[in-house]
C-alpha cells in the first residue's frame, strides 16, 4: 500500500538532541508568470512545507503483511527501563495465538510486548517531570513547526517546551512503547489542533483488509490519530492489523471486547475481564483507552428526563452494569489498579463522557457537567501515576452552549487536553452531521480544545465506508486548521496564502496540490473545463474573470495613480 | 413540475388582517410504541410544522411553460397606486420580443409590466413608514411562527412587528411589483436567518431548462431567496423563465447583463446602457439588485498589495471602468437616479461589497472597511427614497475577525440587514467551500446577519451542477438553523426535539421526514441495513446500541431509584 500527493516530495528534518529524522511533505510550486507589453518575466514561488500524517507509505510501497518499521523501537531500548517480555500475559491474547480457526486473520508477525521494568517508570509524563527531553518530545516539536515552511525549529515550539507542556499534564504525547511504528505527535492547546478518526467493524460490517485501508487513507488525508472502535468478529485481529500498519497513535474503548467476550451479557462484565482485556491491549500497542470512570450511580437519576438519555456506547454499557449490578462504576472504583497498570506501558488514558448529550435539547445538562466534575478528579489520580490523560467532551451542543463547555473542562480538569466528537450544532441534518458538526468543531477548537474527533455523514445512520471517511477527514480537517488560523498559530496561514496566490497567478496545478484533497479539486475542475483557461477561472468564464479583471487594472493602475 | 415531501401535507394559515392563505408543510409523525413486560403502550406524537419554501410545487404538478399563479397580483392592483404599463420601456426588453432568432427560447405568456403611479409610492418601506400593515407583511410574519410548531400568530412576530421592522429599515421584504408569484417573506435580524441560492449559467456552460431546475430544487432543499447571475447567452430569456417559475424572491447583478450588451468591452460601459439594463429587469420583476456602488477610485490604490485583489465579479468590472475611463464609479454618481428608478416597482437594492476580501490574507483590511463606510451612507440615500437596503459581506475571513466584520456593519450602516457571503473560514479546501463557509456563516448569521449566501462545492472550480445546489443550499439551511438555535429563536427548537426523539424512540421513518434532506438520510441508511432494526441502530448493532441500552436501563430503573 502507498500514499502519493502530486508535486510533492518526503523530505526530512534532522533532531539535535537526538538521531531522529521527522518526515514532511514539500510542495512544490510553479513560477508566477506576468507578461506585460510582450515581455514574460518569472518570479519563483517558494515551495511549501505541509504537517505530514502519511507515515511511510509516502515513502514507497508498503507490504501490510510485514507491519511498518518499528521507528521508535532503538529509542525505548536505549532509555533501557522497559523489558521484553518472554510471552503475552493476557488470558485472551494466549487463545487468539492458539486458535486455529482464526489463522487466516491472523497478522503474520508476531511482536512479543515490553513493560516498564520492576520499579520503573516509562511515560512521556514521567520523563518531562524529570527534565528529560526525549526523542518523542524532539519529534513532536519539529512537526509542530512545519507549518511555517521553514525547516527547522523557528517558533515557540521547541523541544524544551514540548517537555514542559508534557510535564504539566497540559499536552499528551500517546506512545504506547508497544506500538513503537507510531511516529510521535503532540496533543494540547498550545499546538497545532489535531483530528481524530474512527474506523471499525460492527457486527453487521466489514472486514479487516477494509479496514486498513480505511486507516491508510485516513493517515493520507491528514488524520492525527485513530480509534479502532470494532465491536464484531475478529476483534483482536482486526486491532493487530490496524496498529502494526499504522503510523499515528491508536486509540480504543476497552469495554467493547471486555462485552464480547461476555457474548454481549452486561451483568457478566467483570473488573477481571476489563483488566485482561487493557493488558491484551496494553501488549498489543493501543496507545490511548477510553475509559468511562467518571459516570456514576448518582448520575443516573439525571439521565430520565432526558430527550435522548445516554447516547455513549461505553456510557450505556456501563450505567447498564451498574444498574443490573447496583453497584458502583467499576471503572472508576479501580480506576488506580487501572493507571498501575498503563503506566507500565504508557498508554494515555481518555477520559469519556459517558453522559455527552446526545441531542441539542440535552446540552450542558446537569448530567453532563456532574460527570465533567468527577473527570477532573480522575485527571488529578492519573497524573498522580504519571499516566497522560485527555478529557472527552460531547456531543450535540447550540453553538451559543460551545463556549461554556470549553470553560466547565478548564475549571474542573486542571490544563488536561480536550478532545471532543463535533460538537454537532443541530439534530436536524442526518447524512450531512459532518457538517452540522465541523461547525461546532471549529469553534471549541479556536476555544482551546486541543484534538476534534470527527464525524461522517452516515453519523446516526451506519457504519462509514471509504468516502464517509474521505468526507469526515477533510471537514476536520477544515475545522481544525480554521481553529488555528483563529489562535494565530505561528505559521498557519503560510498555506492559505501560497494558495490564494496560486489560485490569483492561475497555478490551477499549484492550486490544487496545494489544497486538501487535490483529486477532488481537479475532478470538479476538470467537470468544469471547456478549453483553455490559463488567464480566466471556470465559474465566470474568460470575459467576467473578476481576477483577471484585477490584474488588468493593476498594470493599468501602474500608470495613472 | 413538482415537489413532493415524505409524510407531509400542505397546510394553510389564513390571516386575519387579510384575505391571505400561507401555506406551510405539515410532517406527520408515528407513535411512540413502548413494550414493557409484553404489554405495548402508544403515544401519539403531534405533527410538526415547518417553514416551506416550495411554494405552488408542493400543491400539484407545475407546468413551467404556463408560469406559477400570480398570488400577489391581485393584492397590488387593490392598493391603486400602480398601473398596468402598455408595453415595455426598455430598448433592450423590445428587442428581445421582436428578436424571431429567439423565438424557442423565449417564455410563452407575456405579463405586460407594472409601475407606481405618478407621485405615487409603492415600497413596503413606504406603507410600513405610513403605518400600514400589508398582505405581504402578514403573510411574512405568519410565516414567521411556523418553526413554533403551532398554527396562527404565537410569538413576539405579529404583523405590527414586521412592519415596524420594515418601517425601520432593519428588514426587507423583496416585492417587486412585477414578480406577483414569489410568495413573501422577510429578511432581518429579527428574524429566521435565510439562506440565498445563486444560480445561473455562464458563457460556458448550461441552458435554460437546466437553469428552471436548479431554481426549483433550491427551493424544494429550502432556499429563502434566488439570485440568477447567468452572464451567457440569453441572459433575458433565462431569466424570464426563471422569475416566472420560482415562488420566492430573485435577485440578478445587472451590471453582468450591460456588459453582455457592450459585448464585454468595458470602456463602452455607459449609465444609460446600465439605466436600460435596470429599467427591463425591474420590469421583469427582479426583486432585489446587487449594484456595486459603495466601490469609489480612492479605494483602489488601497487593492494594490492585496494576495488575491479584487475577487467580485461586479467590483472588478466597475473598477476596470474607473480605471479605463478614469471618472468616478457611476452607480455612486447616479445612485439617487437609481433609487428613483427602483422605488417605482419596490426593487430592493442590495449594496455590493466589490472590495470583499477573497483570501485570508486580505480580510478585514482598509479597503474592504473604506467601502463598507460608503455603503452606510448610500443606505441612508436609499431609504430617503424608500428604497428598501441589504448590505453585502465577506469573503473570506478567518474565525477570529469574523465578529468583527458585524461590529463595522452595524456601526456604519444604520441596522440595515446584513448578507453575506459564507465567510469561508479558511483558503486551503477548494472542493469543500460549502464547509469551510458553512463554518464562518453560521457564526456571522449568530452574531446578526440576517441572510447568508450559500458557497458551493464547486466555488473557485467551476459552475454548480444540480448535486451541487442541493450540497450547498442543505449545508446553508444547516448554518442558518445552527444560528436560529443560537439566538434561540423562539420555537426553532421544536424540530431538533422532535427528530431527536424519533431517534431515539427508533423511529426511522420519522427521523428522516424530519431532515433536511429525508431522501440522502434514508439512502444511507439503507446502505448500512442488514436485517431487523426496529429496537438498535445501524451504526453499533444490536448487542451494542446505546441508545436501545438506555431504553433498558430506564425501565429497570423505575424499580431501583
Redesign the interface.
Known amino acids: 500500500m502507498q500514499i502519493t500527493y502530486p508535486s510533492s516530495q518526503k523530505t526530512y528534518i534532522k533532531g539535535t538532541l537526538h538521531d531522529i529524522r521527522v518526515g514532511m511533505r514539500q510542495i512544490s510550486l510553479l513560477d508566477t508568470v506576468c507578461v506585460e507589453n510582450g515581455v514574460e518575466t518569472r518570479e519563483p514561488n517558494a515551495p511549501v512545507i505541509v504537517y505530514d500524517t502519511s507515515g511511510p507509505y509516502s515513502d514507497g510501497d508498503i507490504d501490510i503483511r510485514r507491519g511498518l518499521p518499528r521507528l521508535r523501537e532503538s529509542w525505548i531500548e536505549a532509555r533501557g527501563d522497559t523489558e521484553k517480555q518472554p510471552a503475552f500475559s493476557s488470558a485472551c491474547a494466549d487463545r487468539q495465538l492458539c486458535n486455529k480457526d482464526r489463522e487466516a486473520d491472523r497478522f503474520p508477525v508476531v511482536h512479543l510486548p515490553r513493560k516498564a521494568g520492576k520499579g520503573k517508570l516509562c511515560t512521556q509524563m514521567y520523563y518531562a517531570q524529570q527534565g528529560i527531553v526525549t526523542a518523542e518530545m524532539e519529534y513532536a516539536a519539529i512537526r509542530e513547526n512545519m507549518q511555517n515552511g521553514t525547516l527547522g525549529i523557528a517558533s515557540h515550539v521547541t523541544p524544551e517546551f514540548v517537555r514542559d507542556e508534557v510535564a504539566a499534564g497540559r499536552a499528551v504525547i500517546p506512545a504506547n512503547i508497544n506500538h513503537p511504528e507510531a511516529e510521535p505527535m503532540i496533543i494540547g492547546t498550545n499546538f497545532l489542533v489535531k483530528i481524530n478518526t474512527n474506523i471499525g467493524n460492527?457486527?453487521?460490517?466489514s472486514g479487516i483488509g477494509e479496514e486498513v485501508e480505511k486507516a491508510v487513507r485516513s493517515c493520507q488525508w491528514g488524520g492525527d490519530t485513530l480509534m479502532d472502535l470494532s465491536?464484531?468478529d475478529h476483534i483482536h485481529e482486526t486491532r493487530e492489523w490496524i496498529i502494526r500498519n499504522t503510523p499515528v497513535p491508536t486509540g480504543t474503548v476497552p469495554v467493547?471486547q471486555a462485552?464480547e467476550k461476555v457474548n454481549?451479557r452486561?451483568a457478566d462484565l467483570s473488573w477481571e475481564i476489563y483488566r485482561d482485556t487493557l493488558v491484551e491491549q496494553c501488549e498489543q500497542g493501543v496507545d490511548y483507552f477510553t475509559i468511562h470512570a467518571g459516570l456514576l450511580r448518582a448520575h443516573?437519576?439525571l439521565?430520565?428526563r432526558r430527550?435522548?438519555?445516554?447516547?455513549?456506547?461505553g456510557?450505556?454499557?456501563i450505567?447498564?452494569w451498574m444498574?443490573?449490578r447496583?453497584e458502583e462504576n467499576f471503572f472508576y472504583t479501580r480506576f488506580e489498579e487501572i493507571c498501575d497498570l498503563l503506566k507500565q506501558y504508557d498508554v494515555a488514558v481518555s477520559l469519556g463522557d459517558g453522559l455527552r448529550p446526545?441531542?441539542?435539547?440535552d446540552a450542558n445538562d446537569a448530567a453532563q457537567f456532574a460527570e465533567l466534575s468527577v473527570l477532573g478528579e480522575l485527571t488529578r489520580t492519573a497524573w498522580k501515576h504519571r499516566v497522560q490523560v485527555l478529557i472527552e467532551g460531547p456531543g450535540?451542543v447550540?453553538?451559543?452552549r460551545i463556549k461554556a463547555n470549553m470553560d466547565e473542562q478548564v475549571k474542573h480538569c486542571h490544563g488536561a487536553p480536550f478532545y471532543t466528537l463535533g460538537p454537532l450544532?443541530?439534530?436536524?441534518?442526518?447524512?450531512?452531521d459532518?457538517?452540522?458538526s465541523?461547525?461546532g468543531a471549529?469553534?471549541i477548537a479556536?476555544y482551546g480544545t486541543a484534538m476534534i474527533c470527527y464525524v461522517t455523514?452516515?453519523?446516526?445512520?451506519?457504519?462509514p465506508?471509504r468516502e464517509d471517511v474521505r468526507a469526515g477527514v477533510?471537514?476536520y480537517?477544515?475545522?481544525a486548521?480554521?481553529?488555528d488560523?483563529?489562535?494565530?498559530y505561528p505559521g498557519a496561514?503560510v498555506?492559505?496564502?501560497a494558495?490564494?496566490?496560486a489560485?490569483?497567478d492561475f497555478r490551477w496545478r499549484d492550486?490544487?496540490n496545494?489544497?486538501?484533497?487535490p483529486e477532488?479539486?481537479l475532478?470538479?475542475?476538470r467537470?468544469?473545463?471547456?478549453g483553455d483557461d490559463s488567464d480566466h477561472?471556470?465559474?465566470?468564464?474568460?470575459?467576467?474573470?473578476?481576477?483577471k479583471?484585477?490584474?488588468?487594472?493593476?498594470q493599468?493602475?501602474e500608470c495613472?495613480?
Open positions: 460492527s457486527a453487521l460490517s465491536t464484531g467493547y462485552l454481549g452486561i443516573l437519576p439521565v430520565q430527550t435522548t438519555g445516554i447516547v455513549s456506547r456510557g450505556s454499557i450505567a447498564g444498574t443490573r447496583n446526545g441531542s441539542i435539547g450535540h447550540p453553538m451559543h450544532t443541530t439534530d436536524i441534518a442526518p447524512g450531512y459532518h457538517i452540522t465541523a461547525i471549529a469553534q479556536w455523514p452516515k453519523e446516526h445512520l451506519g457504519l465506508d477533510i471537514a480537517k477544515i475545522a486548521h480554521a481553529a488560523l483563529a489562535k494565530e496561514e498555506r492559505d496564502r494558495l490564494s496566490k489560485r490569483f492550486q490544487f496545494l489544497s486538501l484533497d477532488k479539486a475532478e470538479y475542475y467537470a468544469g473545463r471547456t477561472c471556470t465559474m465566470c468564464g474568460p470575459h467576467f474573470c473578476a481576477m479583471l484585477t490584474r488588468d487594472i493593476r493599468k493602475q495613472i495613480l
